[in-house]
């Protein structure tokens, strides 16, 4: 079968709004990486693995840029961005495929769920691993306290997710229908002033795998010209910081609008 043209690619796997979701689309994608996935599913449109298959190759990508970034150096911190680039890339690339060979489905959206929850909780573990300097430490004992701050970090990362898949869940169980853009808006005034700014500002993206990948890589580029791992170490704890307040945060937004009204 021949391939497609990127003319009659596009507007079959780029339907009107994809880029323009509020929670659905990642600024990535929108700026560069759906361009870049465009012309990659042009040519896996005829290869023999199925879009869920793609999507068990992003999380495998995911997990393993956590597991890259204990590679010690710069090199570490480059191979962990580079490899949520690649995750990135396939999470664009499976949706696509799913949507031209009309093969999307209920199990397609779950794999996926399940890899973002996974890939960034590895990334954010690694980046803990790293920073304790686990397996290059010369000292008399390993610095697990900044293992345990990635953990943290990752917990949160991960629960920040869950609040808002949980919504969907809950409305579902009592018989309501999914919940609509709109009803995200806090009901008390000084909330939602609060939200926007929180929005405007967009600290809480830094947990996510590709914010938190450039935060690892500038780190990891500090630590590089100076020597040591000091930058390192404060991003674990920035991240670790960001990831709590988010979730308590994300979840008192939750509660006080619309969502499960």
């Not at 929670?23 to 040519?43: D, F, N, P, V």
């Not at 298959?53 to 191979?79: D, E, F, K, N, R």
Request: with cysteine; net charge positive.
């Amino acid at each position: 079968m021949p391939k497609p043209s990127l003319a009659e690619l596009r507007p079959v796997v780029h339907p009107g709004g994809l880029k323009d979701r509020r929670s659905g689309e990642h600024w990535a994608g929108r700026i560069y990486m759906r361009e870049i996935s465009l012309r990659c599913t042009r040519h896996l449109v005829n290869t023999r693995l199925t879009p869920n298959q793609y999507t068990g190759l992003m999380i495998v990508a995911g997990v393993a840029a956590g597991a890259g970034l204990l590679v010690p150096g710069l090199t570490g911190a480059v191979l962990g961005a580079l490899l949520i680039q690649v995750y990135l890339l396939l999470d664009c690339v499976d949706g696509e495929l799913a949507r031209w060979r009309g093969q999307t489905s209920i199990t397609g959206v779950y794999l996926d769920r399940v890899g973002h929850y996974l890939a960034e909780a590895a990334l954010l573990v690694g980046f803990g691993i790293r920073a304790a300097d686990v397996f290059h430490h010369s000292g008399p004992t390993i610095q697990w306290f900044w293992a345990f701050l990635g953990t943290v970090a990752a917990l949160g990362a991960i629960l920040i997710k869950a609040e808002t898949d949980l919504v969907d869940v809950a409305r579902s169980r009592s018989g309501l229908p999914a919940v609509k853009d709109e009803a995200a808006v806090p009901r008390s005034s000084g909330l939602a002033a609060a939200r926007r700014a929180a929005a405007a500002l967009k600290f809480h993206r830094l947990v996510g795998g590709v914010e938190a990948s450039l935060v690892m890589l500038a780190a990891g580029i500090a630590d590089f010209l100076n020597g040591g791992l000091l930058a390192t170490r404060a991003a674990v704890v920035l991240l670790a910081a960001v990831a709590v307040l988010q979730t308590v945060l994300h979840l008192v937004s939750i509660l006080a609008s619309s969502r499960l009204k």
